[in-house]
């Protein structure tokens, strides 16, 4: 009998000691994939086959590249050069031929990628607006930020996503502009122009004080109206200040692309991508609890989301497989008389405005102009 339950013992520390070095490892993906701040260098996915000065013909590095087959505007970008391409000339299973323009030419057999953002730089060098670098006193030092004159009573303050910059605004900042409104484009603790938190990790929406900041420096400025815009984890860092920040009323409205609403919807959303067991992505997620000190009441922003009283407008593609468009459409019908969602299917994570710009803004346009006019 002692011989038995020995044994049982053994077999129950051994599947535990497994279970616990499964759940380590997802755990420690985690971390890797959503909480550290390193930003990795980028990925050139795509290979050039031929180019000329009208048209690029391209193929996956390793024959299952997603990215080969992007429909709509993007920056094509390479180690010492970029150009641009908005449109597929012609496709087949394995190569693509795309319209092409730029100064530079890549080589052929140089690897590639398609940058989502399109322009790069600031808004000067990329859209010849005039701006000025405020710099803005956060909680753990300056955060730098661009400001762009207009109506000083009407302001849009754009929040960039997780590992990303200020470059992600360029898209939409002559649309903003077209609305006269003024514009701040910010950083956050964590941005490599600013100081770090003190663990070094992504808040998922924690970080709204920085935000409150760029809110209260818009009032000083004599804002009246507050328009807040947020791309992907900027959405949790905008819902976070409309939570929890006293100055949160001054807000009128409120545009999302790709937004995080719940880390832990985020969370399964990428297990379930990935085709790991739910049993075992709970198991990754409660050893990441232990270790890391999630607080995911903390960085769930849906309850938020649908008591808002202002008007919000939330572009997400059907595609994306960082952030769950589901958790954007259950926002949309528990507050249908404030959220207008807008989707389009086959588009992927915050790639709206490269799909179809035109179409994006003046869906932008048309929602600013009913809230300051």
Not at 7 to 33: D, H, N, Q
Not at 101 to 124: A, C, H, M, Q
Not at 161 to 171: A, D, T, V
Not at 321 to 334: C, D, G, M, N, Y
Request: hydrophobic share 40%; aromatic share 12%; charged share 25%.
């Amino acid at each position: 009998m002692k011989m038995i339950v020995f044994t049982i013992l053994i077999v129950v520390t051994i599947a535990a000691a497994i279970l616990f070095g499964i759940g380590w490892y997802y755990s420690e993906m985690l971390k890797r994939e959503a909480f550290v701040t390193n930003i990795e260098p980028p990925e050139y996915n795509l290979l050039v086959k031929s180019a000329n000065s009208t048209s690029i013909e391209l193929i996956s590095k390793d024959d299952n590249s997603e990215e080969l087959f992007e429909e709509g505007h993007y920056k094509i970008e390479w180690a010492d050069g970029f150009g641009f391409t908005k449109s597929i000339l012609q496709s087949n299973e394995n190569q693509i031929l795309r319209d092409y323009s730029g100064k530079d030419f890549p080589l052929i057999g140089e690897p590639v990628r398609l940058e989502t953002f399109f322009y790069s730089g600031n808004p000067n060098t990329a859209l010849n607006i005039d701006y000025e670098e405020v710099p803005l006193n956060c909680e753990l030092g300056i955060c730098p930020a661009w400001k762009v004159e207009g109506d000083r009573e009407n302001w849009v303050i754009v929040v960039h996503g997780k590992g990303s910059n200020r470059e992600e605004s360029l898209r939409i900042l002559e649309t903003l502009k077209k609305a006269d409104t003024s514009i701040l484009v910010i950083t956050y603790r964590n941005d490599p122009e600013t100081n770090p938190s003190e663990n070094g990790y992504y808040g998922f929406g924690q970080e709204w004080p920085d935000l409150e900041i760029a809110v209260e420096y818009a009032l000083q400025q004599g804002a009246k109206k507050i328009i807040l815009y947020g791309f992907s984890m900027g959405g949790a860092i905008s819902l976070g200040f409309l939570q929890e920040s006293t100055h949160s009323s001054n807000v009128v409205g409120l545009i999302l692309d790709a937004p995080v609403i719940s880390f832990n919807s985020l969370v399964n959303h990428g297990i379930a991508e990935r085709n790991v067991p739910k049993f075992i992505g709970e198991i990754g997620k409660w050893v990441a609890t232990q270790r890391f000190k999630i607080p995911w009441d903390k960085m769930d922003y849906f309850k938020t989301a649908t008591e808002l009283e202002i008007p919000v407008l939330i572009f997400h593609g059907t595609k994306d497989k960082l952030t769950p468009v589901k958790e954007s459409e259950k926002i949309a019908q528990k507050n249908d008389k404030n959220v207008t969602l807008v989707t389009t299917n086959g588009v992927g994570h915050a790639k709206m405005w490269n799909y179809n710009p035109k179409f994006y803004e003046e869906k932008v346009f048309k929602f600013l102009s009913q809230l300051i006019n």
